[in-house]
């Protein structure tokens, strides 16, 4: 049987080689329902979409990681956050007519912000940020893993309007080589990997296409879903560091402060009296302490 949205990892057998393919259909087709993307931006979405899935998988961590790209060209932001439960959501910014032509001005003076938000209260972010470079999602982000977490990677990433998926493979770097040609191999027979069997074809069967002379050790597949992360309450804090001045402004003018959540489309309003309830939270600040 087919299992849609699943990551499933692998390792080689005696070689420092790992890696992972991630196929999202039910979760890609959710994230899109809500906005009608440009066909670019809905491939440059999917495949970081996809990408976000690979990455997180190869970090020991809990909580959530964000993968932004983001540029002053018409390919204004891409940001996918995705969390350790594997549940994803993402969303786009753009302006005007985009197409092929555009990732190059994204390159152009484009960066890519990757933030692990640890879901440990009290546990610092970490946020990385490189310019973008490459000819595609998956070049930027092999560079990003090269140059900032000075690991050998390799990605293969692709989308349509119905799935999205990639595969990762990377050369462990603090562990015995053993069959020191692994990585070379795993390599080059991920490059024959095509998008449309990216797209179409099991992960189990991929595997088995591309490394069936290897020894490879298969672990079970881990399901992935949609899930945002919004809340009412989150809503009413981002209110409150708009400020007073600014709410009001809006009640005057609207006689409400309508909210809605970019990634999954949900409408947060807020009447006077429910606004007027922001401010009655609001602690006093104490003495000797600035507000940042
Ligand atoms: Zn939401």
């Known amino acids: 049987m087919l299992t849609t949205d699943s990551l499933t990892r692998f390792m080689f057998e005696n070689a420092a080689v790992r890696g992972e393919i991630v196929s999202l259909d039910d979760t890609w087709r959710e994230i899109l329902q809500r906005v009608e993307y440009p066909p670019f931006i809905q491939h440059l979405l999917g495949e970081l979409t996809a990408a976000a899935a690979l990455l997180i998988a190869t970090l020991k961590f809990e909580g959530s990681l964000v993968l932004q790209m983001q540029s ?32 190059d ?5 484009g960066r890519l912000v990757m933030t692990l938000d640890p879901a440990k209260e009290g546990r610092q972010a970490y946020q990385g940020v490189v310019p973008l470079s490459g000819h595609s999602v998956a070049e930027a982000l092999m560079h990003y893993m090269t140059q900032s977490e000075q690991i050998d990677t390799r990605i293969v990433l692709a989308a349509d309007d119905q799935s999205a998926g990639g595969m990762l493979i990377q050369r462990l770097p603090d562990q015995p080589a053993g069959d020191a040609d692994a990585w070379d191999r795993a390599g080059h027979l991920l490059s024959t990997l095509k998008q449309d069997e990216l797209l179409k074809l099991d992960a189990r069967i991929i595997l088995h296409r591309l490394f069936h002379e290897e020894d490879l050790r298969v672990f079970d597949s881990e399901a ?7 809340s009412r309450t989150r809503v009413a804090n ?12 809006v009640l005057e003018e609207q006689g409400q402060v309508d909210v809605q959540c970019e990634f999954c489309g949900r ?26």
């Open 72 to 103: 002053d060209s018409a390919v204004r932001l891409l940001v996918v956050e995705v969390t350790s439960s594997l549940t994803l959501r993402a969303m786009a910014k753009w302006e005007g007519d985009v197409d092929e032509a555009e990732f």
């Open 105 to 109: 001005n994204l390159l152009h003076n």
């Open 224 to 230: 992935l879903s949609f899930r945002c992360s919004c």
């Open 238 to 249: 981002m209110l409150k560091m708009l400020g007073r001045e600014e709410i009001d402004s």
């Open 267 to 292: 409408r947060y309003r807020f009447d006077p009296v429910d606004a007027a309830q922001l401010w009655l939270e609001t602690l006093p600040i104490p003495e000797g302490q600035t507000r940042h």
